[in-house]
């Protein structure tokens, strides 16, 4: 079983910056990918960035450029670093874990942008 507890979301203005983190407790194996989703208001849902362990990041095509994705290793954290903010960045942001055990979800966090 894996916990998985985001934190950091949050209003913020056109062009601002937020950071999501996501801690990861439990039973974590050394081969595993962490990375967040979205779901808009609309109902849009898409992965945004993920991470494999000891790996580089994959970014979605719409964030590319203003997000970073990050872990810390010995903490078994992962963070969004969203800067550049937009109005249609507007969601409910999840941390996701994947390894051979199956695949585990945050409760979500919640990002508006808005002035």
């Known amino acids: 079983q894996v916990q998985l507890v985001e934190s950091g979301g949050g209003l913020v203005q056109p062009g601002g910056s937020l950071r999501l983190s996501c801690a990861a407790s439990?039973?974590?194996?050394?081969?595993?990918?962490m990375g967040w989703y979205r779901q808009t208001p609309e109902n849009q849902r898409e992965s945004v960035a993920s991470i494999v362990a000891g790996g580089m990041p994959i970014y979605a095509d719409s964030i590319k450029g203003r997000f970073t994705i990050s872990r810390e290793r010995t903490k078994n954290i992962m963070y969004l670093d969203m800067n550049s903010l937009k109005p249609e960045d507007t969601a409910v942001y999840y941390c996701?874990?994947?390894?051979?055990?199956?695949?585990?979800w945050g409760q979500g966090t919640q990002v508006t942008v808005s002035s």
């Open positions: 996701n874990y994947v390894s051979r055990d199956g695949s585990y």
């Open positions: 439990g039973n974590i194996v050394s081969v595993n990918v």
